[in-house]
């Protein structure tokens, strides 16, 4: 969400900043941050000023930068902390003195607070939601959308379309806010919408072609939007291996290599070798070589001793476990007592590979008891293993109890 530079004047613009607003008697603005889905740099709010006027609300300032830093962060934010800078917002709407634009930037910001709210209410209620608050937060979202200034706001129906997936459990809603900002190119989104044709789920029918157009969407994106066009390209290379009656404008080869080009990109940006899963990439990478009779271990190798050159402390466990195993320096039984992520994802996204190299050497020891731990999920994270099961010919196993 680029901040508006509409017109009022705004004396540094920032790429997806918290702070450009006209608001009481001053634009407030942020030094340029293109990195990151939401915020400003704090360090640098001393020196606020628009028009040559520095700005006389500091308590709006704060209540900003806070719900900011706790979007950016990933960590659960303090209730009454968020619950004082959303009033500061919702004073500063009230007060009759805030443009069309400042009300989309204030409304904007206090949907991202009521979205950390939700989490930090359900981290310490164990579960609990509150839905008049959710229900603010769409409206508030809803607002920036069809605003003058939307185009500046693109995360808007992303994140309108977690609130109403994650907390108020509605998939209509959220494939209804994911298909609004995908078309107009937000990366998220266009991910979303991608997994939502290919798996079934959000509330999307099953497309593989429109899976695919998406996808393209985004990997013709580059790096835009950091690893999204990673994970599109790796998805595209999965499909033309597996899925080969549809149009692609890619081989499996090209979209693999692309993927692999565009990883290197974000690795360097940000000096992190294993960036955007690269151990993960090159997992699929070599079974799809194996599929088409290529084997290639040097690929997990490299993958391998990235990983264990890196610190300690950023040692990927499950990366490490999973790229031994298919070296074969442990056995099912060793692999299965490593210590590893307990995170869903990781699971899945493992016993995926395992049903699928199953399939592909046709040793099929632990191939339904590996399904059936995809399928047994009801996790988000899971959705588009179980499409791919479902890909490789197989279904849960039904109940007969």
């Known amino acids: 969400m680029i901040c508006s530079r509409h017109t009022f004047k705004v004396i540094a613009t920032a790429a997806f900043g918290a702070l450009a607003l006209i608001l009481l008697n001053g634009c407030v603005s942020a030094p340029e941050r293109g990195d990151s889905a ?13 028009d040559g006027a520095r700005i006389t609300k500091p308590e709006l300032v704060l209540a900003l930068l806070y719900i900011d830093g706790v979007n950016r962060s990933g960590e659960v934010g303090d209730i009454d902390r968020l619950l004082d800078a959303i009033a500061e917002l919702t004073s500063a709407l009230n007060s009759g003195r805030v443009s069309h634009a400042g009300a989309a930037h204030l409304r904007f910001w206090r949907a991202i607070g009521f979205h950390q709210l939700a989490f930090a209410r359900y ?109 599109s390209g790796m998805s595209l290379s999965r499909m033309a291996a597996y899925l080969k009656d549809y149009e692609y404008e890619n081989s499996w080869e090209g979209y693999l290599a692309r993927a692999r080009s565009l990883q290197e990109e974000v690795a360097k940006q940000r000096d992190d070798p294993s960036f955007c899963s690269r151990p993960s990439m090159e997992v699929q990478a070599y079974l799809l070589h194996l599929k088409n009779g290529d084997e290639k271990p040097e690929l997990l190798r490299a993958a391998l001793a990235t990983e264990m050159e890196a610190p300690a402390s950023d040692q990927d466990a499950q990366s490490i476990a999973i790229l031994r195993y298919f070296l ?15 995170d869903v994802a990781y699971e899945c ?18 191939l339904q008891s590996d399904a059936e731990i995809v399928f047994s999920s009801d996790e988000i994270d899971c959705f588009p293993e179980q499409a791919w099961l479902r890909v490789f010919g197989m279904s849960p196993k039904e109940d007969t109890s």
């Open 38 to 50: 939401g915020g400003i740099d704090a360090a640098n709010s001393d020196d606020l000023i628009a």
């Open 123 to 231: 981290d310490v209620n164990d579960g609990e939601i509150n839905n008049a608050e959710l229900e603010q937060a769409l409206a508030d979202f809803e607002f920036v959308m069809s605003s003058s200034v939307a185009s500046d706001y693109m995360d808007a129906g992303f994140y309108a379309g977690q609130v109403a997936f994650n907390f108020l459990m509605s998939e209509k809603r959220a494939a209804e806010y994911w298909r609004k900002c995908a078309e107009i190119g937000h990366g998220g989104c266009m991910n979303n919408v991608a997994i939502g044709y290919f798996s079934g789920y959000f509330g999307f029918p099953v497309d593989y072609q429109e899976a695919i157009r998406f996808n393209e969407a985004v990997l013709r994106e580059g790096t835009r939007f950091n690893c999204a066009g990673v994970y």
């Open 328 to 342: 074969g320096e442990v056995s099912r039984s060793a692999y299965e007592a490593l210590p590893k992520s307990e």
């Open 349 to 366: 996204s493992d016993r995926l590979w395992f049903v699928e190299h199953a399939l592909i050497s046709g040793d099929d020891k632990y």
